[in-house]
């Protein structure tokens, strides 16, 4: 299976930009549709974005449309979120994720990294 490692998530000034990197192992992440989701506190995990294998496709969650930007490099096998513009209410750990499903088809991800906790402070 493929592993996912998460990093670049830290504390920054609300207006502030954060880049997310997933790195991937065991398989190539052109295999997989990719995906970042995030998890406040006492709150549900939510969809963030994803991306299709070649990277040609992208869907954002309506709440960070504009403001983030989901992309990959399947030759370097990561997967990036650039965050702008971020807001206290991002604040999570942020999850990347995969699945073998196309991207039309990607609802649910089977793979999941640890997470990589972003905090926007105000």
């Known amino acids: 299976q493929v592993q996912l490692v998460e990093s670049g998530g830290g504390t920054v000034q609300a207006g502030g930009s954060l880049r997310l990197s997933c790195a991937a192992s065991?398989?190539?992440?052109?295999?997989?549709?990719m995906g970042w989701f995030r998890q406040a506190p006492g709150k549900e995990r939510d969809f963030v974005a994803r991306i299709s294998k070649s990277g040609a496709s992208t869907d954002y969650a309506d709440s960070v449309k504009g403001r983030f930007t989901i992309s990959r490099d399947n030759a370097k096998n990561t997967v990036y979120l650039q965050m702008n513009s971020l807001k206290p209410e991002d604040t999570a750990v942020y999850y990347c994720?995969?699945?073998?499903?196309?991207?039309?088809?990607?609802?649910?991800?089977?793979?999941w990294g640890q997470g990589t906790q972003v905090t926007v402070s105000s």
């Open positions: 994720a995969a699945t073998s499903r196309v991207f039309t088809y990607a609802r649910t991800f089977d793979y």
């Open positions: 065991g398989r190539a992440i052109s295999l997989y549709t």
